[in-house]
């Protein structure tokens, strides 16, 4: 039995996220592999605020909302549906960074995420995800940066790799 080869990308619906999600349509092209855009959405307060306080048709509306901001990054950044690749999108309730490492757990996966340039309070109360990425993941990652960064080419790190340059 044949396994699929699969590039997972984080979409944050974000302007720099077209970069982000053209880079990992070229990995799948390169890789003949089904694209996953995943875009993962929390309820607005967070999940301790929501079990507190359970609204069903508002998850739903929450839902929907991720949906439509995940088919506009696609439309954004491919216009029509990109030929020579299968787009699989998925939307995911949780926070990113893990539902992102969980998902991506085969050995030939790769993850594709964008790096740098949340301002110090976003990633105070949400973390990094490209960081939680690069250190939970058990695929290679791929860390995009900002496209108006001084030019660096985009890294492909495999799990152990990274542990091993965080352990100097």
């Known amino acids: 039995m044949a396994v699929t ?4 990308v984080g979409v944050s619906g974000s302007q720099r996220g077209s970069a982000v999600l053209r ?18 959405w929390t309820p607005v307060g967070g999940e301790p605020a929501y ?10 509306l929450w ?11 696609l439309t954004e950044a ?15 309730r ?8 969980a998902i991506a757990d085969r050995p030939g996966d790769l993850l594709v995420v964008g790096t740098g340039r949340r301002g110090r309070l976003a990633r105070l109360l949400h973390g990094s995800v490209s960081r939680h ?16 960064a001084p030019a660096a080419p985009a890294v492909v790190l495999s799990h152990q790799e990274w542990r091993t340059l965080t352990a100097a």
């Open 5 to 8: 080869t699969r590039v997972f």
């Open 23 to 40: 880079q990992a349509w070229g990995e799948a092209v390169r890789r003949d592999a089904v694209l996953v855009p995943v875009l993962a």
């Open 51 to 60: 079990r507190t306080h359970p609204c069903p048709p508002l998850a739903e």
């Open 63 to 73: 839902e929907q909302a991720a949906r439509e901001r995940l088919e506009a990054a």
């Open 78 to 92: 491919f216009g029509d549906s990109p030929a020579a690749v299968r787009i699989e999108p998925l939307v995911v």
């Open 94 to 101: 949780g926070e990113a960074g893990p539902v992102l490492t």
């Open 133 to 148: 990425c690069l250190a939970h993941a058990t695929c290679s990652v791929v860390a995009v940066p900002p496209t108006d």
